[in-house]
């Protein structure tokens, strides 16, 4: 293998199923003295599939074990590159065999046979027979729930032992590494699913605990099924722009673009939110998350928001249900206090998203907590001196964490909607009136079937009041 021009290494990826490969060891001239000195992060930029990275990465592997066990009669036993039977023809006493072959290529040859004039050596046809059994072998191997980690390369091995935390790069090597070791248990298929990646997950935090403290990311490695090195390069460079003053934003957008699909598959398979956030830590910024919730419905949320409430604000101030509601006491009471009229349309307009929960029966602790603690996990808006222009405070927080700070109500209300669809939560039950109103209108649906009565009649009550 090691006199392998660059043609011939590509006849042997196709024989093996990497045809796909191809293209990529031409452009980067790979004979077949290169294709032995590939390390995993070589294989890893040339390669960009995991499933291929790890088929590639065992073929080599087996032929160097194998390799090392066949130099004590290498004398006897040339490596070639596969060709057709005829091209044998006139060699004499030479075994013509390489261990990536088809068995099919030569057929079968009883240990007294003769090739070519030449008597075939019996550890070489054992050593055939093993090479079968170890790729029938892996072809076989069933997914076990009792998942037992490889052994690490040493460096890692070392890392671990120690108990030190390894940085960004290495905890990517060892998830990769784990990628690949998985792909043998599959059947078919290039990719393990989340409950394997899961166990997988388990078995690694089991040996070594520590890996689990100070947030070091190892739950990524379910999410991140498909990770390259561009996409590392994407996620590191998010986490040292998110750190300065001024940002390039223009940039931000584009990789924000470029890593949609990577941040809706981990969403979609109900990733730890400190993982998104870690990753992408300008989904806290209320621009990226508004134009996210765009990228998803085609949607300006913010502006939407601002339209409902100055449709519906005088409307919803005036009903019976919230007229005495002691924030609709409190908005009286302050607006005799001013006469300007933004200061005076900015009240209403807080007043009206703090309301909401009411006009609807809903839960208002699952909406806003108004200058006072966060109790809950879902979405919810922390509310500080409301009426107060100098020293109105509001914010968005999940899972009892500030995500965003933001500027006024109407904004805080659309990154609280926003927040429920960017990273796929469900509305709780007790407050699923108010988002259900709130979603027939930002996404246009006026009166479809399925909202909820109380929803439709109170929506048609507001529209009558409003004509």
Not at 26 to 35: F, I, K, N, P, T
Not at 80 to 97: C, D, I, L, R
Not at 102 to 114: C, D, F, M, R, V
Request: aromatic content about 10%.
């Amino acid at each position: 293998m090691e006199s392998w021009s660059v043609d011939e290494v590509c006849n042997w990826l196709v024989q093996r199923n990497l045809g796909e490969l191809v293209p990529k060891f031409r452009e980067e001239e790979v004979s077949g003295a290169a294709l032995l000195a590939l390390n995993d992060r070589m294989v890893q930029q040339l390669v960009k599939k995991i499933g291929h990275q790890a088929v590639l990465m065992d073929l080599i592997n087996k032929y160097q074990q194998q390799n090392n066990g066949l130099e004590s009669f290498t004398y006897s036993c040339e490596i070639t590159p596969p060709k057709s039977p005829e091209a044998n023809s006139g060699t004499m006493g030479v075994q013509v065999f390489s261990p990536f072959s088809p068995t099919e290529q030569t057929g079968y040859i009883s240990p007294t046979e003769k090739y070519d004039g030449g008597l075939i050596d019996r550890r070489v046809l054992k050593q055939k027979k093993n090479m079968k059994h170890v790729f029938a072998r892996c072809e076989t191997v069933q997914w076990t729930n009792s998942y037992v980690l490889p052994e690490f390369p040493y460096d890692v091995q070392c890392i671990l032992e120690e108990r030190k935390c390894p940085d960004h790069s290495m905890r990517i090597r060892i998830i990769e590494f784990l990628q690949a070791d998985m792909t043998k248990y599959l059947e078919g298929s290039l990719y393990p699913n989340s409950q394997q990646y899961n166990v997988v997950v388990n078995a690694l935090l089991q040996a070594y605990p520590f890996l689990d403290e100070d947030g070091n990311g190892f739950e990524e490695i379910v999410y991140l099924e498909g990770h390259d090195a561009e996409m590392d390069e994407h996620i590191v460079w998010f986490k040292q722009e998110y750190m300065k003053t001024e940002r390039n934003w223009e940039e931000v957008d584009k990789r924000m673009n470029k890593t949609l699909e990577m941040r809706r598959k981990m969403i979609s398979n109900k990733a730890p939110l400190k993982e998104i956030l870690r990753l992408f830590p300008f989904l806290r910024c209320p621009y990226e998350l508004f134009r996210e919730f765009q990228l998803l419905t085609h949607m300006d949320i913010y502006k939407k928001t601002v339209e409902i409430l100055e449709i519906y604000s005088g409307n919803i101030l005036t009903l019976y249900s919230v007229r005495n509601n002691p924030i609709n006491v409190l908005l009286r009471e302050n607006l005799k206090q001013h006469t300007e009229e933004d200061i005076l349309k900015y009240m209403k307009m807080t007043a009206t998203c703090l309301l909401l929960p009411d006009v609807f029966g809903d839960d208002s602790s699952l909406f806003t907590a108004v200058n006072e603690e966060v109790k809950v996990l879902t979405p919810v808006l922390e509310v500080k001196n409301p009426f107060s222009v100098n020293t109105c405070e509001f914010a968005l927080y999940i899972e009892k964490e500030k995500l965003a700070q933001l500027d006024d109500c109407t904004m805080a209300l659309a990154a609280l909607l926003a927040a429920f669809h960017v990273f796929g939560i469900q509305y709780p039950k007790r407050i699923h009136n108010t988002f259900h109103f709130l979603e027939s209108l930002i996404l246009e649906m006026k009166s479809p079937q399925s909202l909820p009565k109380k929803v439709k009649r109170k929506l048609e009550e507001l529209e009558c009041l409003n004509i």
